[in-house]
């Protein structure tokens, strides 16, 4: 099964192996000792887990096709 958005995806592999969700951070003065499993120390940053892309949290980002041409692909502009 090579699809970790497909309900049956075992769920052992999906938190070892399963995709990364978009997170928001942002640096903050105050250093924070809670060490999150996928990412290690929190330390002097802020982090809200905003999900997977599987949920559909592209559909809502018009700014992603500029985030994409800025990357260097720039068919995501174009429509190609």
Same mark, same amino acid.
């Given at each position: 099964?090579?699809?970790?958005?497909?309900?049956?995806?075992?769920?052992?592999?999906?938190?070892? @192996?399963?995709?990364?969700?978009? @997170?928001?951070?942002?640096?903050?003065?105050?250093?924070?000792?809670?060490?999150?499993?996928?990412?290690?120390?929190?330390?002097?940053?802020?982090?809200?887990?905003?999900?997977?892309?599987?949920?559909?949290?592209?559909?809502?980002?018009?700014?992603?096709?500029?985030?994409?041409?800025?990357?260097?692909?720039?068919?995501? @502009?174009?429509?190609?």
């Amino acid at each position: 099964m090579e699809d970790p958005a497909h309900p049956a995806y075992p769920q052992e592999l999906l938190d070892k @192996v399963g995709p990364r969700n978009m @997170v928001h951070s942002w640096a903050t003065d105050k250093d924070d000792p809670t060490v999150m499993p996928r990412w290690g120390k929190v330390g002097k940053q802020k982090i809200e887990d905003a999900g997977t892309v599987e949920n559909g949290i592209f559909s809502g980002l018009d700014w992603f096709p500029t985030f994409l041409a800025a990357a260097g692909e720039d068919s995501a @502009v174009k429509g190609k």
